[in-house]
């Protein structure tokens, strides 16, 4: 849900900066906008799964079955 709201931003973006902006600036700004986004994206991503516990091995998600 959240890369595909990111996606859906970054695509309004480049839109609206292909239809304001410099045509000679537009192939850099995107290239800068694709790197950007997936960074932010894996950064909120990995920081989701840090909270959620996912990364520790004595975690509940981790529990093993008694019996």
Known sequence: M???L????DAG???FFAYTINP???PALTT???????????II???FYISSG????????FATESG
Request: hydrophobic share 55%.
């Open 2 to 4: 959240v890369w595909g």
């Open 6 to 9: 990111g996606f859906f931003l």
């Open 13 to 15: 973006l480049r839109s």
């Open 24 to 26: 000679d600036i537009v």
């Open 32 to 42: 800068a906008m694709y790197l950007g986004t997936n960074i932010a994206l894996i």
């Open 45 to 47: 991503s990995n920081i």
């Open 54 to 61: 996912i990364f520790n091995p004595h975690s509940a998600l």
